[in-house]
């Protein structure tokens, strides 16, 4: 088990994925999950790479997880007679229902709910924020705006309402039919984009009645507004730099960033900070020293996990990318200072024996040459609180459940292995070292910390701590 990075990978399969050795080039760089982004690609592809990644998992013995991004709503303003206009600032240009195609003075927009949710004062942002307007009027079928940054509008560009709450589904009926096919083919998250308030996660969890755990994408002012409730709500966060650094000032997204992993971090939620980590290597096999400096950021502030978007998916440079990352994460984790940061954000600990034990082996780790930490876990939870502490020593999460060590392989520092049910507690400690050390994660006369719990099987009865040496 390649255990040597806490901060884990997840990479998005696509075009420039041929095969499933391709794959397991990628895991064996470090990709710890895969992402399946349905705004791209047939189900049969989408099938074609779930199979792969099965089959490495199968190759290589060891659980990969399976994230579907479903779409979500794609707001776009309707066509033109000429394909495109000039919007010159200061001129006016109304947005209405009328399906007739456009030109220089109004155009169709095909979404009542925008309309409906707009006032006088309101800003619209076109073509991924490149165009801006202010709502000057509304009537019942349309809006009039005033071009304040203006430039040239084609077909069907997007359109971002940054300032209103759209009472609008998260789950568009293509969502709803991805999410079907995902969930038979047997996906372990299910990323949700779109997502406004609390009451989206909650009809989302619905939709998806405890087939696969669900990560919330944060792209929206109004669901950073509202980030610790879903936060509570869901099993894991996305910050979504792209659509979100659209609708907030670019030199917002920073602050809101670390806002978002910190939260999460309090609330032991994981979190995957993701869009443009490695951008220019899509089609350089170097990154620029920015894009070096923004992963580093993001491990440093103690994210569970960074993706890569195009730069795996579609990118003339995917094997490469997943190698310049996974050096970059092992560097910042090896730094004098790494350990240092994550300590002084730890989170405030819940009086329960499972926090307190969460507590100690972080302490143990820090003060004792701890080579592994192993925790038996069915749910996962124990191992999340572990995770939730950063602790100096890598996590080896024992679980008789496959479907849980897929869940952990987006938490920092957990490496799982799928083991049968323990039924007396003497088994505890000869299993713990036997597995540790056929991982690799410990060897003769090295120290390991093991936590589990009586009865086993219960969520939350994590209660013991042995202190061992592998002999």
Not at 115 to 139: C, H, N, W
Not at 196 to 221: H, N, S, T
Not at 255 to 260: E, N, P
Not at 284 to 308: F, K
Request: aromatic fraction near 4%.
């Amino acid at each position: 088990m390649n255990a040597d990075k806490k901060v884990k990978i997840l990479a998005t399969l696509g075009p420039a994925i041929r095969d499933a050795a391709h794959i397991r080039q990628l895991v064996e760089a470090g990709v710890n999950l895969f992402r399946l982004n349905f705004s791209h690609g047939e189900h049969a592809d989408h099938a074609q790479r779930y199979q792969w990644v099965r089959e490495v998992e199968r190759e290589l013995n060891q659980p990969i997880g399976i994230l579907m991004d479903l779409q979500g709503p794609k707001l776009r303003v309707g066509r033109f007679a000429e394909g495109k206009v000039q919007l010159v600032n200061g001129q006016s240009l109304r947005l209405d229902l009328d399906k007739t195609p456009g030109d220089a003075s109004r155009v169709n927009l095909p979404h009542p709910e925008i309309i409906e949710a707009l006032q006088p004062g309101m800003s619209l942002l076109l073509d991924d924020g490149r165009l801006r307007l202010k709502v000057t009027a509304k009537q019942n079928d349309a809006v009039d705006t005033c071009v304040i940054a203006g430039g040239e509008l084609s077909d069907r560009k997007g359109v971002n309402v940054p300032e209103a709450v759209l009472q609008l589904s998260p789950l568009t009926e293509k969502d709803r039919r991805d999410l079907t096919f995902g969930l038979q083919l047997g996906v372990d998250w299910v990323a949700l984009s779109f997502v406004q308030r609390p009451e989206d996660i909650v009809e989302a969890r619905e939709l998806i009645q405890g087939k696969a755990f669900l990560m919330a994408k944060i792209e929206k002012p109004s669901a950073v507004t509202h980030l610790e409730e879903i936060a509570k709500l869901c099993d894991a966060i996305m910050v979504a730099r792209g659509d979100l650094g659209v609708e907030v000032p670019a030199e917002n997204v920073p602050r809101i960033q670390k806002d978002i992993v910190r939260t999460c971090r309090q609330l032991g939620r994981p979190v995957v900070v993701a869009t443009q980590m490695l951008e220019s290597m899509r089609f350089s096999p170097a990154p620029t020293r920015a894009e070096v400096t923004d992963v580093a950021n993001a491990v440093a502030e103690g994210a569970d996990a960074v993706m890569l978007s195009a730069e795996t998916a579609s990118g003339d440079y995917p094997l490469e990318t997943v190698q310049m990352m996974s050096k970059i994460i092992r560097q910042v984790e090896n730094g004098p200072d790494y350990q240092t940061q994550l300590d002084v954000g730890r989170p405030q600990a819940e009086a329960t024996a499972s926090d307190a034990i969460s507590c100690a082996i972080r302490r143990i780790s820090s003060i004792l040459p701890v080579a592994a930490l192993v925790n038996y876990s069915e749910s996962g939870a124990s191992s999340l609180r572990a995770s939730r502490e950063r602790p100096k020593a890598p996590i080896l999460s024992l679980t008789p459940s496959l479907t849980t060590a897929r869940r952990l392989t987006v938490a920092w520092g957990i490496y799982s292995v799928v083991n049968e049910r323990l039924r007396r507690v003497e088994e505890v400690t000869s299993t713990a070292l036997e597995i540790a050390q056929a991982q690799g994660m410990a060897k003769r006369g090295e120290t390991v910390v093991i936590t589990a719990g009586e009865p086993f099987g219960q969520p939350g009865s994590t209660n013991s701590l042995r202190i061992e040496t592998l002999h």
